[in-house]
């Protein structure tokens, strides 16, 4: 292949525990890529019944030919991300025989990778794993920051843990088959990174979107390891999620509210980030902040990644205020919202005024 | 009370995960000794049915009075350490409505200490748990090691995860609840902390066993002690369960063997581990380490502990050597045994000879 699209690694530095993210074409079928991350000869690999027949055959093409390779293939879908989904993976190595020295492999969007990591944490007390997601939004979120875990009936992501993966390899390829409408979703995400840290990163992204939409390698590569370089500054600097860490919920407090209102799975989760980031960008130029072009600016970008700029039309003031009371970042009942002091550069604010946010959220269009 | 009853503390040292492990008698209603550790508000204490009518009370109103304080009462038993019993756990968390700065009470023996401590590691990713040990076993054995976990109906521990304590209280009036029987079977991980490492340990048990069986407070606080600092020695030298650590096992494959082909329960662990250090002695002996008179010493050291030295009599040389062969110690089907060098220092044998097992166990007594 051209050296332009090569695969590239970022290294996760966590001292002991630090890994790589291989970005790249034609990860999956080249067994250089998994061979050096591997703990033993056995191997579980998780996916779901839409990514099984796309990419489950071209992975295990792509394994040493002497190894112990199973398979546990699940039902897609967030409603699907259960204690008991992950009791089947344990079922299934427990079935298998496979011991301390097995690798997990997740082949798949964030739901395959949240659970798979939450079995590979607490099989025999901790084991290996390598994550291979298949979706934009996994490729730049869940690939940096070590969460883990299931859904609750009473709450998402309440059974979980910290482990961290061995590896965590992005066949750029694998986007090929994914819905336009994801991939808008994930870039959501992308901006997101660019929006709260690094014009620069959003400059590129401007000049690019059109590039990154017909997924051209270079273009969508470099797009992935900036975005989980970000990830990975902010999270280090603040891995208990005491405080920087909050930055990475731009829009998402607002976003959140419409998921819930809407029934989650009716908006994507980077469709609903992709308007709460411009309702926070006009909010940020409701308290002097930002300058009506830099919300013009915003709202091109999540524009041209193909996302709904305007709130659901059945929203009223009162429906985004429910649930924004409730969000856990809140402190003594004061709405806390992350917010932009400039293009670029985000903040928290600690006690966004009643009135200005009241006024927002009764001006905002709607669709 | 008497400066000689009074409690005293040894810190198991893992940097910033140190925790102490506090050893007397009061402990249960004095709220000094768990004030400290407690990582908010919100308390939730999970004990069993034996447990709750003799201490939960008096453990409840050693707690400060502001606190939000909430129960779960387990049935009592090795069958109960299931994921249901763990779920059971959380969903009373969330009902609760308990967030990441609650803090969990194992109130109970090793099964409640096992499960709680699992239910903390992975509730919203990992929360403050407390070990209040009300059994021999686990206040030597569960207090030291961070191992927590469930069975699996295809093996025993099989899901869990390693997370440390934020304190453990060892309260010794409790151990005058505790049936004789099972007295006698904690001591034998007393004797067994003694015969791998230190042998003036051993003198001192030998001279003190009447005292322990009379439960005298200053006795008990001693032998505890040290049984935990010298785990605590072992563990801290072999983390990650290569090496030394496996000297902990020291009777413990023949005493699986007896548990599992009389069917667990029908044996306590701490009996079958007390034949098991005796046939350890004897195989010992024939390997031309111990001299007979070492092998009666430690025959008699485990008689005082109350514990029976023969095998059951229905168990053949051939029952033996079929669960020993499956044992996670062995590598490629030889089998490993820990014995002794000498009374006080113990090893790992790589390769027993299989005519001088197969000897052992067709000599050793049976009842």
């Not at 295990?60 to 030919?65: D, E, F, I, R, V």
């Not at 739901?111 to 298949?134: E, K, L």
């Not at 930055?247 to 709460?276: C, D, M, P, S």
């Not at 932009?340 to 927002?360: D, H, I, K, R, W």
Request: glycine share 8%; hydrophobic share 45%; net charge negative.
């Amino acid at each position: 292949m051209p050296p332009s699209q090569a695969p590239r690694t970022l290294t996760v530095e966590l001292g002991e525990r630090s890994y790589p993210i291989h970005v790249g074409p034609g990860l999956l079928g080249d067994s250089r890529w998994i061979q050096p991350y591997l703990a033993g000869r056995q191997v579980m690999v998780v996916t779901n019944e839409t990514i099984a027949p796309l990419y489950l055959d071209r992975f295990k093409q792509g394994l040493p030919s002497d190894l112990d390779v199973r398979e546990v293939v699940l039902p897609d879908g967030e409603h699907t991300k259960t204690l008991e989904s992950v009791a089947c993976i344990w079922d299934a190595l427990l079935a298998a025989g496979f011991n301390r020295r097995c690798t997990l492999v997740a082949l798949g969007g964030g739901v395959i990778g949240d659970m798979v990591g939450y079995a590979a944490a607490s099989y025999q007390r901790g084991v290996a794993f390598i994550q291979v997601p298949t979706t934009l939004l996994s490729q730049v979120d869940s690939s940096v920051g070590g969460k883990t875990g299931v859904n609750h009936p009473r709450g998402k992501n309440m059974i979980g843990a910290f482990w961290q993966p061995r590896a965590v390899l992005v066949d750029t390829d694998t986007l090929s088959s994914l819905p336009s409408r994801e991939l808008s979703a994930g870039l959501a995400e992308v901006i997101k990174y660019g929006l709260i840290r690094d014009v620069g990163f959003l400059e590129w992204l401007e000049a690019r979107m059109t590039s990154l939409r017909e997924l051209q390698t270079d273009a969508l590569r470099e797009a992935i390891l900036r975005s989980c370089a970000i990830k990975a500054e902010v999270v280090a600097a603040d891995e208990t999620e005491q405080g920087v860490r909050a930055l990475l919920n731009l829009g998402h407090t607002f976003g959140h509210a419409i998921e819930a209102h809407q029934g989650y799975g009716a908006w994507l989760h980077g469709e609903a980030v992709g308007v709460g980031m411009a309702m926070a960008a006009e909010m940020s130029r409701r308290l002097d902040w930002l300058a009506p072009s830099d919300v013009s600016r915003i709202r091109a970008v999540i524009d041209a990644a193909g996302l709904p700029l305007s709130a659901p039309a059945s929203m009223t003031s009162d429906d985004f205020l429910a649930v924004m009371r409730l969000d856990k970042k809140n402190i003594d009942s004061r709405i806390r919202l992350v917010l932009l002091q400039t293009v670029g550069c985000a903040y928290v604010e600690e006690a966004v005024p009643n009135a200005s946010l009241e006024g927002l959220l009764v001006d905002y269009p709607r669709i």
